[in-house]
């Protein structure tokens, strides 16, 4: 399915030769007006999509220079996003206090954490405390990120790119290494507002 895919998105030229399709413009970047906002109330939007299981995870940066500790973040927004090259994503909200950590190293290492691992998601979900505070952890191997003891995996990746989302941001990350250590453990669920 793949291959086939690759033939499509090629162009015939010459005897035989190939040549990519170009890409498609990058989309032009502004702010949504108040009239373009869809008419959906945001705690009915929460209840619907919270419908939708997710995994969770936490983000992790290593300390730039000058910087007291490691960058972190719980995120239950994270996804695979393609094989060819390894990408994955997460989304951040633009008023996130870590994203602009994570965004000064250039690297980060995804968690995924474990069903009995809520209280670490629930110390990496505060803002302005030491969220590293009697956390066990090694560097990652490539970027040096924390690689958080006990979680089901983790991969370790390259800033690839950055997109505007509404409120949020869209990090795709390039994988640059990975692994898991528990893949006997259930995942951690967040479902309805709640660890399941």
Partial sequence: MAEAAVRYLRLRTGA??????????????????????????????RRVLGQFATGVT???????????SPAGF??????????????????????SSTWPRIARAGVF?????????????????????????????DASPVSGSPRLSGALAWIDCAIHAVHTGGDHLIVVGRVNALGTDADTEPPLLFH???FV
Wanted: aromatic share 6%; charged share 25%; proline share 11%.
């Fill in 109 to 137: 290492c995804v968690n995924v954490l474990g069903a009995g691992q809520d209280a670490l998601c629930r110390a990496f979900a505060v803002s302005g405390a030491d969220k590293f505070a009697g956390v066990a952890h």
């Fill in 58 to 68: 936490v983000v992790t940066a290593p300390a730039a220079p000058g910087e007291p």
């Fill in 16 to 45: 035989g030769a190939e040549r990519p399709v170009d890409p498609l413009p990058r989309p032009e970047l502004r702010c949504v007006r108040e009239d373009e906002r869809a008419p959906v109330d945001q705690g009915e939007f």
């Fill in 74 to 95: 719980a995120c239950q927004s994270f996804a695979s996003l393609s094989l060819d090259p390894p990408l994955v994503a997460f989304m951040v909200g633009r008023t």
């Fill in 192 to 194: 309805r507002g709640r």
